[in-house]
């Protein structure tokens, strides 16, 4: 059985992988000709200001309804709808927000990051660094902050991700403790110094936010106030997490093709909605400035040389869930999915 | 001194874009904007040495393939996180329809 591995920033790992070469490596990409990627990697408003408008129309409505039926218990469907717009898609915005293509005009990605971080209770300056990172240095032990089933993955404490048991309350706390002006010496493994000014700021708003937020609570005798604002992000998670783990759970680390440590999963139009296309992740971390409306060409485009797309949210669980109980005692098992022959420049299969 | 430097047809570049050329080793970016005018850059980016070329062209902005960071390629100016570090320029120009670019 082999050690159990060091997955902070600052560890063992992590300058293991410097000095195997693994961080800031360079990473296998299926070659698409520049003209068509050029073409996939148009940015356009359209696409991202109608789902916006749709995203946070449908978020007033809920709470709208949730608010006109609160207390009854017939404001929960609304609540739970409202939730996840809330808790869970707000991640993705975060994430293509963040990365700026997902409209073209750039104040629209700044202003769609800022809400949605705040949301998802993410400082926009570090989590803007550590997705960097990630991009970077995918699933590198020690180098990537963004690693969700380390092994051997604690189980019990994934599934309390659904409901944001320990996200929420970390959220909060890092929050604080930004708003104190420190930072932790992984954050600032990832996160350069003349940022820590930005990080400290908005903590500071945030955490000014929230304490209106608890007043209102205590002022009105209410949970309804934490219940729009807050909450959220544990009762409206679970989406989020769904979706979040078939990225690279039970994939292998340590390589660099992101073909072996991402997965790209057809899911159903609503859960790519709340997910903003993100289920084709092996696609968006070859081609990062492919925008989210564009994945599913890019998907096209490419698949002759990536693995079998998995054809369903539940057929990726039945593939990794497995892999990952075996990893609690044999942290060395994970999947290796098959690659195409690599096809000659006549379009001919090679050897 | 100036050492002009053929780096290919103009006509090769297509309008809002840009092409890698290696010299002597070292990577250099040429780009063509939307209204004709030829630029060169350093053809890596300042953050982690990736190949501008494969990036997106918007206006007079380069966008680099790998972390979505900005610069200006006109005047090399790094527009925003993770660029921390300007990207060097180099004088060009187009005589007989070739990309003429002064290396210094
Ligand atoms: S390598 Fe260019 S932005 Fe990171």
Request: charged share 20%; glycine share 8%.
């Amino acid at each position: 059985m082999s050690q159990p591995r060091d997955y902070s920033m600052t560890g063992d790992d992590g300058r293991a992988a410097v000095a195997r070469g693994l961080a800031d490596a360079q990473w296998y990409q299926t070659p698409v000709a520049r003209k068509r990627l050029k073409e996939l990697m148009q940015r356009s408003d359209g696409p991202a200001i109608r789902d916006t408008v749709l995203w946070l129309g449908l978020m007033v409505a809920f709470a709208t309804a949730a608010i006109a039926l609160w207390p009854s218990w017939w404001c929960v469907p609304f609540f739970a709808a409202y939730g996840v717009l809330y808790g869970s898609a707000s991640d993705s915005r975060w994430h293509e927000a963040g990365h700026g293509t997902a409209f073209k005009t750039r104040w629209m990605n700044t202003a769609v990051y800022q809400i949605a971080c705040f949301m998802i209770v993410r400082n926009p300056t570090t989590w803007r660094w550590s997705h960097t990172r990630h991009h970077s240095d995918t699933i590198i032990v020690g180098r990537d902050p963004e690693i969700v089933g380390m092994r051997p993955p604690k189980l019990g404490s994934i599934a309390l991700y659904f409901f944001g048991v320990f996200d929420l309350p970390r959220g909060l706390r890092t929050m604080v403790r930004h708003a104190l002006g420190r930072i932790s010496a992984d954050e600032a493994s990832y996160t350069p110094e003349s940022e820590h000014r930005k990080v400290f700021r908005d903590a500071r708003i945030w955490t000014v936010l929230y304490i209106a937020i608890v007043a209102a609570c205590v002022v009105r005798d209410s949970w309804l106030p934490a219940l729009l604002v807050g909450l959220p992000r544990m009762y409206g998670a679970w989406h989020h997490v769904l979706t979040g783990l078939t990225q690279h759970c039970g994939l292998d680390e340590d390589v660099t093709d992101h073909r072996l440590n991402s997965r790209t999963v057809y899911m159903n139009p609503v859960s790519r909605f709340i997910y903003w296309n993100m289920n084709y992740h092996l696609e968006h971390h070859m081609y990062p400035l492919v925008p989210f409306h564009h994945l599913r060409e890019l998907h096209d485009e490419i698949k002759h040389d990536l693995p079998p797309a998995i054809p369903s949210i539940a057929a990726a669980y039945r593939q990794f869930v497995p892999v990952m109980f075996a990893q609690r005692t044999d942290p060395s098992v994970c999947i290796h999915p098959q690659l195409p022959a690599p096809r000659l420049a006549d379009g001919t299969l090679g050897a | 001194m100036s050492t002009w430097t053929d780096m290919g047809a103009a006509g090769d570049i297509e309008q809002e874009d840009v092409v890698g050329v290696e010299i002597g080793g070292r990577a250099y970016a040429i780009y063509r904007s939307l209204d004709d005018v030829y630029y060169a850059t350093d053809g890596l980016c300042t953050h982690q040495q990736v190949r501008l070329c494969e990036g997106l062209v918007m206006g007079h902005i380069i966008e680099c393939p790998k972390h979505n960071g900005r610069f200006d390629y006109t005047t090399g100016e790094g527009r925003g996180v993770p660029i921390r570090e300007n990207l060097r320029t180099y004088p060009a120009k187009v005589v007989d329809g070739r990309v003429l670019v002064d290396l210094g």
